[in-house]
């Protein structure tokens, strides 16, 4: 789910395009929380099994900027732009800090945190970004199964403005505890998590990352990412792999296509009814069907 200054519009055939130069913030919070940049999403666990883990993941901007034509100091913002509209996040939210409702149970999670900083970045007129993780395994243990179930996080750390964004993601593995039989969900998989903070832009060169223990067997296998700020106008974005005795070949994102890996799609999404507006944006929509949300329309699972 992704929380973005630029909340989507759409074109006459229903497809979300990029509107970063509108400011606005999703508010979908639960009825009652009082929380601020929050949304939702939905997971159906299959009837017979449970959450064995989970992970939740958030981020945003910290509000700072690199200087335009300085590597070392920052100003208050998320573009260099002197025009750009800001605004610092909330009183009393936190980058290592949200709220997790499950089942109608609201829990404070507080993850690790990783925060970029000018002397990382080297290079004028860039924003700063946090990204955050915590295991929330035990929020879901009493999770009804067979049925969508609505999962809400709020008080997510993120400033309003122009290039601003915030959002989270959430890993959910189920297990059935034996093999069920004529139940093909229920076959024994292996599950990896790989995760930590890179930032890439468009232009940098490809990052490449050893998925050490992995190993798939057959045909079936699938892989998931997180990604923030996945703008689907912007092409050129691929995931490749290889093992040691082959070509690399590149996956199709979340619509089959390639070359646009991080389009901003969002298994489970659902669509924000509610904003807040630090000016207008004519011509901006609000989502009118899932799973198309957030910032041209979410963040890639």
């Known amino acids: ?71 070392t100091t920052t100003q208050a913002g998320c573009s260099a732009a002197s025009s750009a509209v800001y605004s610092a996040p909330a009183s009393g939210l936190a980058m290592n800090t949200v709220q997790l409702r499950v089942n109608g149970v609201t829990t404070s999670v507080t993850g690790a945190v990783t925060r970029e900083t000018a002397a990382q970045i080297s290079t004028a007129s860039q924003p700063l970004y946090y990204s955050a993780d915590a295991v929330v395994t035990s929020a879901f243990a009493t999770l009804p199964t067979g049925s969508a179930q609505t999962i809400s996080v709020g008080n997510v750390y993120a400033p309003q403005g122009s290039g601003c964004f915030g959002g989270w993601a959430l890993d959910v593995v189920y297990d059935f505890g034996a093999y069920v039989p004529g139940n093909d969900l229920s076959r024994r998989r292996a599950v990896y998590q790989f995760d930590g903070h890179v930032r890439q832009f468009s232009g940098d060169p490809a990052q490449t990352v050893t998925l050490a223990g ?16 996945g703008d689907r106008n912007i092409t050129g974005d691929t995931v490749q792999y290889s093992d040691p005795t082959t070509r690399r070949s590149e996956l199709t994102n979340a619509w089959g296509g390639t070359g646009n890996m991080w389009g901003g799609y969002a298994d489970g999404s659902v669509p924000f009814t509610n904003y807040t507006e630090a000016r207008s944006s004519t011509g901006a929509s609000t989502p009118t069907r899932p799973p198309w949300t957030g910032s041209s329309p979410a963040t890639p699972p």
């Open 1 to 71: 789910m992704n929380l973005h200054s630029g909340s989507i519009a759409y074109y006459s055939d229903g497809q979300p395009y990029y509107v970063n130069d509108y400011v606005r913030m999703a508010y979908n919070a639960p009825s009652g929380s009082n929380w601020i940049n929050g949304s939702s999403a939905t997971v159906t666990v299959p009837a017979g099994a449970k959450v064995v883990y989970a992970k939740l993941f958030w981020a945003g901007n910290t509000g700072e900027t690199i200087r335009t034509g300085s590597t």
């Open 214 to 229: 992995l190993n798939p067997q057959g045909t079936g296998a699938r892989a998931g990412f997180v990604a923030y700020e």
